[in-house]
């Protein structure tokens, strides 16, 4: 029996082993190692960290991504400076899918003729946790300008145990706002993430280690609200009202809010009237805030080049046109009096 077993056990090892060799050498996702580095209540990566980032089992869209001086990924380093444009929003900001030249902060900058925009994007979060970052950048870099681009989730994701929090949500049992942090990585996933074919698994073919670790291996989990659960109005609304508390601490700020449109409905009528988030942000911000919903200007794109604004039918981010769009009306919006 042993002397059948070892040369199985030899094949196996030798299998795995060039698995791992072939992964390394390919543009595998490598480990973001996401912690809270600048701030008790917000996610970001170690200055300087870089790594890979790709898309399913055939890994799309590789880029290698280096985080700035502050852990966010950004064509530039922050320093302190009022005439900076806080661009704060999840991974429409970060947009690690695109090369760093068609992201969101470097086409908004070359089309306001180099004025800096820094990209405060972070994956996962909500609208809560978006506050959480424009209160750092106005004390840490004086920034007063903010645009935040706002996807249809984001003030439902703000729910405790939504699974897209960073550090800030609403407790669907008392209403009222609290921290909610990420454990650390516990000991498994800090020993995996040392591997190419773990990577592989994990984040191109999203295999869930959770449940093959033992109890002993795994950090305390938050309990987890349900997704389809549905949100009262009251406490959707309560939620913007909590963000309009937090920023409005920012002395002297301008907030211009893009809210992304149910792009997959663009040409039913009516479509532009279905953006939720784009009126309770309005509502709540009683003429204080400009409010952009690019829903229009997407369906006369689709209507006269056929073409969609995603980056692909596996992942329903902007594309590089959608960007370009989007940063044009930015734009406009910035140069009207209240923005200057």
């Not at 939504?162 to 800030?168: K, L, P």
């Amino acid at each position: 029996m042993k002397t059948r077993l070892f040369p199985f056990l030899a094949g196996v090892f030798a299998v795995l082993l060039a698995l791992e060799i072939a992964f390394q050498i390919l543009p595998v996702a490598t480990a973001t190692r996401s912690g809270y580095y600048q701030h008790p209540l917000i996610l970001s990566y170690p200055a300087g960290h870089c790594f890979i980032s790709s898309t399913g089992w055939d890994l799309k869209n590789a880029q290698r991504n280096c985080a700035n001086n502050i852990g966010f990924l950004a064509g530039r380093d922050f320093l302190p400076d009022r005439n900076a444009i806080g661009l704060i929003g999840d991974s429409y900001v970060e947009a690690s899918m695109l090369p760093v030249g068609q992201r969101l902060a470097a086409m908004l900058e070359n089309k306001l003729s180099g004025r800096p925009v820094y990209a405060f994007g972070g994956p996962g979060s909500n609208l809560l946790d978006y506050a959480e970052r424009a209160k750092f950048a106005a004390e840490k870099f004086g920034i007063r300008t903010f645009v935040f681009i706002l996807e249809r989730g984001d003030i439902k994701q703000a729910q405790c145990g939504s699974g897209h929090i960073h550090g800030v949500c609403v407790d669907g049992a008392t209403g009222q706002v609290r921290s909610e942090t990420q454990p650390q990585p516990g000991a498994l996933k800090r020993i995996l993430r040392h591997s190419a074919l773990a990577q592989y698994l994990v984040s191109q073919l999203k295999i869930d280690v959770s449940k093959l670790k033992p109890s002993a291996w795994t950090t305390p989990a938050v309990a987890n609200a349900s997704p389809k659960a549905e949100i009262p109005d009251e406490r959707q609304n309560a939620t913007v009202a909590a963000f309009f508390s937090q920023i409005s601490k920012i002395q002297d700020g301008r907030f211009l809010f893009v809210v992304d449109p149910d792009r997959g409905h663009l040409l039913e009528a009516g479509a532009g009237e279905r953006n939720e988030v784009a009126a309770r942000i309005r509502y709540a911000g009683d003429g204080r805030t400009t409010v952009i919903d690019p829903g229009e200007a997407f369906k006369d794109h689709l209507v006269r080049t056929g073409r969609l604004l995603d980056v692909g039918p596996y992942d329903r981010h902007w594309n590089a046109e959608a960007i370009d769009i989007v940063t044009e009306l930015v734009r406009r919006a910035l140069i009207e009096p209240a923005h200057k």
